[in-house]
């Protein structure tokens, strides 16, 4: 099983930057894909980045390709979202997410993921 605590998230302003941090437990970390997800207000939640088992590829999601970087760190069993040029339509809670490499799933489909934290709130004021 894996265990994820995100953090980092809080207010900021329009064009400001907020990395995010996710924690991982479990020996089986380094073994899954990881993600960032996320959920506006009102709306459903919405896939965000991911990066593979390896950290030697990424997807993003076309609202923050060029903006938000994700990035992982096997040996401490981290997994980051660094947010750059943040905008009002960021503003969402936050959430780090597992799934098993290769399972058929989507990455971009929440449903395909195992194991998720409990969310960070960024809001990003105008």
């Known amino acids: 099983q894996v265990q994820l605590v995100e953090s980092g998230g809080g207010l900021v302003q329009a064009g400001g930057s907020l990395r995010l941090a996710c924690a991982g437990s479990?020996?089986?970390?380094?073994?899954?894909?990881m993600a960032w997800f996320r959920q506006p207000p009102g709306k459903e939640r919405e896939f965000v980045a991911q990066?593979?088992?390896?950290?030697?590829?990424?997807d993003y999601a076309d609202a923050v390709k060029g903006r938000f970087t994700i990035s992982r760190d096997n040996v401490k069993n981290m997994v980051w979202l660094q947010m750059n040029n943040l905008k009002p339509e960021d503003t969402a809670v936050y959430y780090c997410?597992?799934?098993?490499?290769?399972?058929?799933?989507?990455?971009?489909?929440?449903?395909?993921?195992?194991?998720w934290g409990q969310g960070t709130q960024v809001t990003v004021s105008s």
């Open positions: 479990g020996r089986a970390f380094t073994h899954y894909n």
């Open positions: 997410a597992a799934r098993v490499p290769d399972s058929g799933s989507y990455y971009y489909s929440r449903d395909g993921y195992n194991y």
């Open positions: 990066i593979v088992f390896s950290g030697g590829s990424t």
